[in-house]
């Protein structure tokens, strides 16, 4: 079936099997491997990507629900040279990134709430995080870099 959504800010028009998920399009169809398939069943995060502003697990998707929808994966979120943006940058200063498997995750659920608010609280930011899954920095880095990102933001309004 055919599938038209806007994807990075571009509309794009690709025809996919309709049982196939969002994560499956994204990796295999279009080739934008940034989303990454942990647990398949919605638990891990590594497949978000932000659909219609909300936070979604791609893995939780079928593609034909993309359909008249616009989609941000972690290869829309970049600075305008094409490098690291503020959150991207701030990743790494904090220290927030080791083996990087849950990071594009992370950094697309970073941005969904900076989208929301830029005055969120660490509370908020934890909440936010609260289905992407890291078994190595122990969050506490990567909250550090969504806040600062806030801070930052917040300053350059
Ligand atoms: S692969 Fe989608 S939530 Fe784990
Ligand atoms: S950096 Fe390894 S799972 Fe998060």
Redesign the pocket.
């Known amino acids: 079936m055919l599938i038209e959504f806007t994807l990075n800010y571009q509309p794009i028009a690709i025809e996919a099997p309709p049982d196939v998920t969002l ?1 499956h399009l994204l990796r295999d169809h279009l080739n934008l491997t940034g989303a990454k ?11 978000s990507v932000i659909m219609d502003g909300r936070l979604v ?4 998707v079928l593609a034909p629900q993309a359909h008249g929808s616009e989609i941000i994966t972690i290869e829309g979120i970049h600075a305008p040279d094409g490098g690291p943006n503020d959150l991207q940058e701030n990743f790494i200063t904090y220290g927030a990134v080791q083996c990087g498997i849950c990071i594009p995750g992370m950094v697309v659920a970073g941005e969904a709430l900076l989208m929301r608010t830029l005055t969120p609280t660490r509370t908020e930011i934890r909440t936010a995080l609260a289905g992407n899954l890291c078994r190595c920095t122990g969050y506490q880095q990567i909250v550090d870099a969504i806040e600062a990102t806030a801070v930052q933001r917040r300053q350059a309004s």
Request: with cysteine; proline share 0%; hydrophobic share 25%.
């Open positions: 994560l398939e942990g647990c398949s069943v919605g638990e891990c995060g590594a497949c697990n791609s893995c939780l």
